[in-house]
C-alpha cells in the first residue's frame, strides 16, 4: 500500500499514513483520507489546530484521548489511534461514507417519521453511552454537522468527540455552537444535560432542515432567547406532538432536563404508528407570536447600552413598548417620536424578512 500512495505525512509508529486528499475542513479542523497499515482500510486522519497549548493542557489532553480510544459503541464513531505534535491534535477514525446527517438532510428534503425515529434512537443510545461512564463523557458540540452516517447500514455515529476535547483543554473560549448551546453552557457550570439539549435542537432541525434560532439576526439575539429559555420559532413549524413533546423535553432547564436513557423511553420513540411511513408534517405558515427586536440606546443615554425585547405583533404598539423604555431608563419625554420611529424601523424590517404570507397577516407599520 506504501507504494501506491503518495505519503504526506506518518503516525509516530508508522501505522497511519495520508495522501493530500482533503476530505473536509473547518476553522480548527482540517480531514484527510488516510489508510490503516495494520488493518488495510481507508480511515480518516483529523488535524485539529491546538494554537498555543501549555504542557499541564497537554498532558490533560493526551489522558482524555487515550479515553476516547477506549471507548466502543455502534453509535460513537470510533477512535483507532491520536497523538499530540507540531501544534496538532491528531486523531484516526472510521472513515462514513454517508457523510454528516447535515449534508444528508439538505439532499433528501422531506424525511419519513421513521427515518428521524431510528436516527434519534442512534444519536440517543450513543450519549448514553458516553454519558454512563465514569467519569461521564460530555460532547459539547453535539450538532446535525457532527453526526456521520453510514451510508451502507443508515446508522448514525457521533463524531467529532476528539475535535470537541482537543478544543476544550487548549481554547478556554470554546464551548459548543451558539444556536445549539444550553443556557448553562454560558456560565461554565454544565454537566451531560447539555448534550441532551443540543439534541433537542437536532430533532428540531432534521424535521424543519432549518437551523435553530434562525430568525435571529445577530448573537445578542440569540443569546438573549437561549437564556430566557424561549423555544426557537421554527417549532411552532412542527405539527407531530409527540416529535414537539420530545423537544421540549430536551429544552427544560438544566435540573428538569431527562437522561438520554429516560428519552430513549418516550412515547415517540417507543410507538408505532402508520404515520411512521409518511414524511414529518411541517407547517410553513406559522405566523410567530412575537419578534425578538435588539436596538441601541446610544442616542438617548450616555453609555452605549443595547436592549433586546421581545414584540408581541398582535397587541403591542411602538408607541408602548417607547414608553416602557422611557420610564425603565429614566429618558426624558421629549425623544418619544424619535424612539418610535427607532422601534418601528427595526419591526419593519423583521416583518420583511417574513415568507409574504407572514408579512400579508403581521403588516407593515406606517411611520
Known amino acids: 500500500m506504501d507504494c501506491d500512495i503518495t505519503v504526506a505525512e506518518r503516525s509516530p509508529k508508522g501505522r497511519f499514513i495520508r495522501n493530500k486528499e ?25 488535524a485539529v489546530n491546538l494554537y498555543t497549548i501549555s504542557e499541564k493542557r497537554r498532558k490533560r489532553l493526551t489522558e482524555e484521548i487515550t479515553l476516547i480510544k477506549m471507548l466502543d459503541h455502534p453509535n460513537v464513531l470510533k477512535c483507532r489511534g491520536a497523538w499530540v505534535a507540531a501544534g496538532q491534535c491528531i486523531f484516526i477514525t472510521d472513515l ?20 428521524i425515529k431510528n436516527w434519534c434512537k442512534g444519536i440517543l443510545e450513543g450519549l448514553n453511552y458516553l454519558h454512563t461512564q465514569n467519569p461521564p463523557i460530555i460532547h459539547r458540540d453535539i450538532k446535525c454537522e457532527n453526526i456521520l452516517l453510514d451510508s451502507t447500514t443508515g446508522i448514525v455515529k457521533i463524531g467529532d468527540l476528539g475535535l470537541s476535547t482537543a478544543l476544550s483543554t487548549s481554547q478556554r473560549s470554546f464551548k459548543g455552537t451558539p444556536s445549539f448551546m444550553a443556557p448553562e453552557m454560558y456560565d461554565d457550570r454544565y454537566g451531560p444535560g447539555v448534550d441532551i439539549y443540543s439534541f433537542g435542537m437536532c430533532l428540531l432541525e432534521m424535521c424543519t432542515l432549518e437551523n435553530p434560532y434562525s430568525e435571529c439576526q445577530n448573537a445578542m439575539e440569540l443569546f438573549q432567547k437561549v437564556i430566557n429559555h424561549k423555544a426557537p420559532n421554527a417549532l411552532l413549524r412542527i405539527k407531530d406532538s409527540q416529535i414537539v413533546e420530545l423537544i421540549k423535553q430536551c429544552l427544560l432547564p438544566a435540573d428538569s432536563r431527562p437522561t438520554a436513557g429516560e428519552l430513549l423511553r418516550s412515547e415517540f420513540l417507543n410507538s408505532e404508528t402508520k404515520i411512521d411511513r409518511e414524511p414529518v408534517t411541517v407547517e410553513d405558515n406559522i405566523l410567530p407570536e412575537s419578534v425578538t427586536i435588539s436596538m441601541s440606546l446610544a442616542n438617548y443615554l450616555q453609555n452605549s447600552q443595547i436592549i433586546s425585547f421581545d414584540y408581541f405583533l398582535k397587541k403591542d404598539t411602538p408607541e408602548g413598548i417607547a414608553l416602557e ?23 419593519n424590517c423583521k416583518v420583511r424578512l417574513m415568507p409574504q404570507t407572514h408579512i400579508q397577516e403581521a403588516k407593515l407599520i406606517e411611520i
Open 325 to 347: 423604555i422611557i420610564k425603565e431608563f429614566q429618558i426624558h419625554k421629549a425623544v418619544l417620536p424619535q424612539l418610535i420611529t427607532q422601534i418601528t424601523h427595526l419591526i
Open 22 to 46: 482533503e476530505l473536509g475542513s473547518g476553522a480548527q479542523k482540517q480531514v484527510y483520507k488516510a489508510y490503516d497499515l495494520e488493518r488495510g482500510n481507508e480511515v480518516a486522519w483529523n
Open 96 to 115: 462514513c461514507t454517508g457523510g454528516s446527517l447535515k449534508s444528508y438532510i439538505r439532499k433528501i428534503h422531506s424525511l419519513r417519521r421513521r427515518v
